[in-house]
RNA sequence: GCGAAAGUGGCGGAAUCGGUAGACGCGCCAGCCUUAGGAGCUGGUGGCCUUUGGCCGUGGGGGUUCGAGUCCCCCCUUUCGCACCA
């Protein structure tokens, strides 16, 4: 028997059973379809944007429209962000909460490789599958300002974005070593390649050298870096992005070539107070310069490792745990401190990408640098003593150091230089300032700053993305399309399959290529590459409040009420990815003048990931859960309900089915109250418990804990204490048997109603309340002076060790309390023939004796 | 290796300006109701002991304190991120 079907029958059977009331039962699936009903007929998603006197942009990250359908992962995601909206609607506020569909990119075209289906076919499927699951599960979504990246009146404004970067020198097409995918068959950014891996399909990431359009994202390090110390955003998340950004200070050395010569190696460093140790010079492999320095004898043995080291992958090379190799080139430079000439190799420990593709060789205090100069025979010079290990009155020119069998790294004001000419005897964390302004003095060197971030590479060879708005003209070069020309669409083609050669699928279409000139008319070429799926996330909440205005990417006044985005929640996994992006974009258009503001999220919170058996849910594992089955069977409100329950909201938890029995029975209970305290109602007990009908003290005062407990538990994210407070207070007024009163049921049905938003709705209706509960109902504040009772129980220690309570006066003083606790029996057996040296007294907390 | 977070009953998790550890829920136990129960109701539920009482207990070990899950030091484990970044 199917489990819908069978809870029908348990239902009907129990309803026809074991009531004797005659209250209706509860049936999910038809509460939920009338107001879903409701709400879609009369609009009440649907903030007026124009005039919206207090905006709430509620922002949750735009999910890819998988095949496969929403998936509890998502919902959970989801469900997180909608109680939020929904409260902050109740709170008053005009809250905005748009939905949309990430839906270009690597990942949809495989799919429709895989199932052969083309993907402007499949697309569509897709998105009215998950519209409908979204719809089912009761997530608050404004459907009237919708964002599908596919559309072309979406792209056309993507296109757009590229065009005033690249009018603002921006984006810049130049030859580059990029990471190339031999499965995906496409470029990667450095951020899509985990561990040398494609993050995608997980093969190998190897180089190719492709000229590509390039995001000068570099240009912005520093503020993307100095923002974040204002903007309200998870911590793990700041830093992780301060960790990509990968700021160092240090300082730019030139060493010049021994021979009479004006050329020079540049190299970075975080240890300028280390250069008098600087025995060696190691240049990348791919580094220009290496020519410079190659002699005829060393020739053979230097091409025959810049073939090997070429013939590497990714992975391979960039093992830390790798032994080193490289190979001399017979040339020398100069030590700029020492004037001292040093020998120049080759070696693949040292990367193009980072710094100046070179670096001065410390073996002494640099363990890379140490296992090279082991390998090889290098000398080791150590310049940096130990703590206290130079004898007061000696020389630190002239000490000398055992050399250990690891690099020396220390460099705090502790360790002293030595060695090191003039700078000998200077503290080591304050000397490499010192060596860098004298270097500076004679042009041979600059204090520097480096970031490990590299420019976006936007260029992919694949089809499925907006074609880059650009096109190549013999006569005048590279000619942007002009905007009123955009969108360039991107053509239906049969046959997309990328290729080895990394020429895209548009470079097949003749008819897509081939184009006049817009400046002079000639004959001209398109370009035919599409840009990164992360350019189309990177913009799309500056188009929700504007998808009704299709001349322009953002309306001036929509922008400015509704944006930046009030509260933004998604998963960590975009940390670094699309959070930087969309950022680095919304400060170029505020540069350019299109945007007031520079960061894009006033609010940033990370939600954590659902698991399920320990594992990630994921196709491989098995363990993937549809939530149409849960909705199915006990209704999107449990459901709901019960996925924020299962643990904090912002770590994510573990998927169990037997946990969503809880989430049930509290909304039977819920749905019983509300209906036995009408009943009661109705039969004449209206004020029963409260002559004068005020409520009883003690639940009135658990109602005010209830409400400040939630009200600052749903602002916060922390979904579970909210809904365990409520559970509490369920609990509190159904705790002796009577009828709850409708004062007592009405602020649950309001502070239940973000989760439970169906079921709210449905009780607030039978209460009396004005449809719809978010747009009538006003959400209960708390009084101070209710949350406590006038008297109140505190634990009474010897010696920190419990041994009674007292009921005492609030605000009791300490002779008070010691009376009282000294007539407790527990309490007197502890204090009999010990001396009673000291009372600690927490006045309304504790009462501590220390005896003995 | 570096960085971040975390380790609490059978389980998910509460509680950190230091102040009754285990809220809330699952599961389990007992009783009630029922022809029946993956239904409902009531009560119980950290461990141990010599059980009107007491001891132990928040990964392990030290420390500070009248008092530590919470603060400090050392160690172990797990998860996640980055990883030859000079």
Redo the contacts with the bound molecule.
Sequence with gaps: ?S?PL??AI?AA??AH??RESTEPMYNPTDVEERWQAFWEQNRTNEPNLNEAADPFYNLMMFPYPSAEGLHVGNLYAFTGADVHGRFQRLRGHDVFQPAGFDAFGIHSENFALKVGVHPMDLIPGNIANFTRQLKRAGIMYDWTHTVDTTDPEYYRWTQWIFLQLYKAGLAEKKEAAVNWCPSCKTVLA??Q????RCERCDSVVGQKILSQWFFKITEFSQRLLDNLEWIDWS??TR??QR??I?R?E?ATLRFRLAEESDEAVS?????PDTIFGATFLVL?PENPLVDSFVSGAQRAAVDEYLAATAALDLVE????D?E??GVFTGGWAVNPATGENVPVWIA?????????????A?PAH?Q??F?FARTYGLPILPVVAPAGSVDEGADPAQVSVAVGDTAFVEHSVDEILINSGSFSGRPASQAGLAIVESLAERGLGDATV?Y?LHDWCISRQRYWGPPIPVIYCEECGVVPVPEEDLPVVLPRLEQFKPSDDGIAPLAKSADFYEVECPDCGGAARRETDVSDTFLDSAWYFLRYPSTDFSDRAMDPDMTRRWLPVDTYIGG??H??LHLLYSRFITMVLHDLGHVEFEEPYKKFRKHGLLIRNGS?MSKSRGNVVSPDQYIG?HGADTFRAYLM????YT????F?D??I??????M??VW?AVHASLEAEAGGEAEAGGEDGRLDENIERKLHQTIKQITEDFADL?F??G???L??Y??AI??D?RAPRRAEVEPLVIMLAPVAPHLCEELWGLLGGQPSLFDHAVWPEYNASKLVADSV???V?V?????G?VEVPRGANADTVREVALEE??VR??LEGVEVR?T?H?PD??L?F?VG
């Design positions: 028997m489990r069978h809870f348990m059977k129990q059973l074991t450095n951020e390649v985990i561990s040398g911590e793990t830093t992780a960790n990509w990968g160092s240090g190299v970075f460093t975080t240890r990348a090379r960039k093992k830390a790798k080193k190799s693949d420990y040292v990367l193009m990408e980072y710094g100046t593709g070179a670096i001065m410390v640099d890379r640098d296992e480096n490990r960590e996994e940390s670094v990630k069977s329950f299962l643990g904090p770590e994510g938890g573990d169990r037997r946990g029995a809880g989430p049930h029975r509290f039977q209970k019983d922390c579970n204490t809904i365990a407070a559970m509490e369920l609990n159904r705790a048997g129980r505190i634990p220690q010696n920190g060790k419990l041994r309570t029996e527990g057996r502890h000291k600690i927490v907390r504790l501590n220390v």
